[in-house]
């Protein structure tokens, strides 16, 4: 797969723009900066190649294109309709719902952490240990 998408969020840009001040950008603090700076959404919270794995000897952005497609996509349309909206917005359906669920559920697993710990099991330890 030659063209991959490697500019992974784990902070999608989508959620991001709901913080941001009016120029777009969000103010982000760095651990060797004193003061906050401005950034631009699509700039802060990814890694590269974050969620591109290895499947059958070569590499794949399935879990990329999972993300874009049934969380991050449906999540921008609803958040885009609670920004136009505020204060008039006072119903949600149920497709609405599973939307923001699977949003958030998402947020539980987008982290270094939870990463390392599916590579294990995908490795064979998980499978070593209980065969």
Not at 99 to 122: I, N
Request: net charge positive; glycine share 6%.
């Amino acid at each position: 797969m030659a063209n991959l998408k490697r500019l992974n969020h784990y902070l999608p840009v989508c959620y991001q723009r709901g913080f941001a001040n009016p120029a777009g950008q969000v103010w982000v603090k760095f651990s060797d900066k004193p003061k906050p700076e401005a950034r631009k959404p699509t700039t802060v919270g990814f890694k590269r190649s974050f969620y591109i794995i290895e499947e059958n000897g070569s590499e794949t952005d399935r879990v990329e294109d999972f993300f874009n497609k049934t969380v991050e996509t449906p999540f921008a349309c609803l958040a885009q309709r609670i920004s136009e909206e505020q204060d008039e917005f006072s119903t949600i359906s149920g497709f609405e719902l599973g939307v923001l669920a699977r949003f958030v559920a998402s947020q539980a697993v987008r982290t270094a952490g939870h990463k390392k710990c599916v590579e294990e099991q995908a490795h064979g330890r998980f499978r070593q240990q209980f065969s």
